[in-house]
């Protein structure tokens, strides 16, 4: 009898994986078929010119002129470093409004590749600047509001740190 039931028991289980590697095998064909992702690939799409002309009419509304930001008076070296990048930040996205939707789909990218270092480097900065007591909340507020970078996050991210920046050593 015990021999019997480990045979039975060995069939019911080698049909039970035969069906699933059955319900599996498209789909690892499928997978196998795609070429796999490079680390030069993105894992989205690059932004189209129209997006990107759209976020960074935004977020020029949204920022005080580059008058304001001159007249500004910084204090701390984390405060000048902050100034400088959102004065790249800005020079881009003056860039990208003079373009306007005509740019190429490659002027768009590198654009917004410029913008995704100004703003991972003010993410470093403000995230420096919460550990010495600076605006964390407000910083920390656009983190949260704005998490990522695809679909316009990370302009939006640049401007709303920008506004925390200029309440900080009060522009305008």
């Not at 069906?19 to 690059?46: R, V």
């Not at 930001?69 to 100034?83: F, G, L, N, P, S």
């Amino acid at each position: 009898m015990k021999h019997s039931t480990k045979r039975a028991i060995s069939k019911t289980v080698t049909s039970v994986l035969v069906f699933i590697l059955a319900l599996a095998a498209p789909a690892l064909l499928a997978a196998q078929s795609k070429p796999p992702i490079t680390p030069n690939q993105s894992f989205g799409a690059a932004p189209t010119a129209n997006e990107v002309y759209s976020w960074a009419r935004t977020a020029k509304e949204k920022l005080p002129s580059s008058a304001a930001w001159d007249k500004a008076k910084t204090e701390t070296e984390t405060q000048r470093d902050m100034m400088r990048l959102i004065k790249r930040g800005q020079s881009i996205i003056e860039h990208v409004v003079e373009r306007g939707s005509a740019m190429s789909a490659a002027e768009a990218a590198n654009y917004d590749r410029q913008m995704r270092t100004v703003v991972e480097q003010m993410d470093k900065l403000s995230d420096g600047a919460a550990a010495k007591g600076g605006p964390s909340s407000c910083f920390g507020g656009c983190d949260k509001q704005y998490k990522g970078w695809g679909k316009g996050k990370g302009w939006n991210r640049f401007w709303c740190k920008a506004a925390c920046f200029k309440i900080e050593i009060h522009v305008g």
